[in-house]
């Protein structure tokens, strides 16, 4: 088969079944992505570059769809000249939202589009009311026409993935029978539990310490609840003397509204809390390296996990295969992963009070948490284990592509209603 994927960053979510196509010598694989780092063996990677970004006067609601367009023409070009090559694709596989897959049934149009939705934005009911009320009418407009470029790639593709029952209800009834609910898949031979295992990172040795909770996120920024985290961990410092609390992550800003021009939502949380500036047992690790960050799991007494009802991210199921105790924000997203009491611990987003009191309920009654751990852990071996989810991924590729064996011909049917 001939594979080309499509995805700004490299590999994004498909790490794991372009390098298992690619380990395939009779499969050619090209991937077409903005992000100049990384490789992975037998994968063509062609880097595209926009001709120039979004221009500032253009009107703000179709800023976004001005830039996925300049990145759709640039990936038409690049296919041009893969066209020039050869290169005839059996199957697109595009990660959808930024434009890449716009034009791509103009470049390949016999080629068969599998999409990959994580998400359609809405004004009401889901992540852009959830911090600050309702929406200006302003952004509500603004909002919608944010899914211009998604609603393309919808109509356009042959067929969509989506990653959890929650995202999928974002979008619109019409197409919900057209994606089939599959998770990327974690590895949880790699995240499993190590019982005794020590914190010690890079610069860090606390394998001496009584208590240790943790919180990991791409970026610390309101979305993903750190300014509440912040809060409850002003709280539990000042009442447990031998808890440290280990904070991975960028100082950056993926999803939420950026902070005043020069500052950073860390900046203005230790500015708010001055006692956690340079506080012994406040530790900030940075991103941290995939065996690193699962080390620090597996040594994490509580590990946590805040989010608006958005994309829900891999680390909350990393650490659930890791044997981890997660307290989660209490929303639709993370309940599709999480029983409070079963396997894991749900608090209110909004309280630094309520994310404190369940944080110290995990730390005091440890031994009792255990089968909350272990509960955890079978979840993601049921749900969402890469094993069981790269198969099917591949077979719905060979499926699209016309190669599939008979006994996989109803794949689509019975995916579509899982």
Partial sequence: MRILFLHNHFPGH????????????????????????????????????????ADQPTHHYVRPFEDAVLHGQAVYRLCERLKREGFVPDLICSHAGFGPSLFIKDAFPDSPLLGYFEWFYHAKGSDADYLDGPVSADDACRIRSRNASI?????????????????????????QNKLTLMHDGIDTDFFSP????????????????????????????????????????????????????????????????????????KQMLLEELPELANHPRLHFVGPL???????????????????????????????????????????????????????????????????????????????????????????????????????RHLQLIRHLAGSAEPAEEHHLQLAASA
Wanted: hydrophobic share 40%; with cysteine.
């Fill in 151 to 175: 609603m393309m790639e919808l109509a356009n593709c042959d067929w969509g993935l989506c990653p959890t029952v929650f995202q999928r209800g974002q979008f619109p009834p019409a197409f």
């Fill in 289 to 391: 390296d995939y065996p690193v960050y699962r080390d620090m799991l597996r040594a994490t007494d509580v590990h946590v996990y805040l989010t608006v009802p958005f994309v829900l991210s891999w680390s909350i199921l990393e650490a659930l295969s890791t044997g981890c105790l997660v307290v989660g924000a209490d929303n639709a997203a993370v309940r599709e992963v999480i029983d409070p009491g079963t396997n894991g611990l749900l608090v209110d987003f909004f309280s630094p009070d309520d994310i404190a009191l369940k944080i110290a309920s995990g730390l005091d009654r440890r031994a009792a948490m255990e089968t909350i751990r272990s509960a955890a852990r079978q979840r993601v071996i049921e749900r969402f284990a890469l094993k069981d989810l790269l198969p």
């Fill in 14 to 53: 498909y790490q794991h079944v372009a390098a298992a196509l690619a380990a395939d010598p009779r499969n050619q694989v090209v991937f077409i992505t903005r992000d100049r780092t990384g490789s992975i063996p037998g994968v063509d990677k062609r880097v595209f570059t926009p001709a120039r970004s």
């Fill in 194 to 265: 190590k019982p005794g295992a020590p914190m010690v990172l890079p610069g860090l040795d606390l394998s001496g310490a009584g208590e240790i909770v943790t919180y990991a996120t791409r970026g610390m920024e309101p979305y993903r609840g750190f300014p509440q985290f912040m809060r409850a961990a002003d709280i539990l410092l000042k009442q447990r003397p031998d808890l440290h609390i280990v904070v991975g992550g960028d100082d950056t800003v993926s999803y939420s509204r950026l902070p005043p021009r020069g500052r950073t939502y």
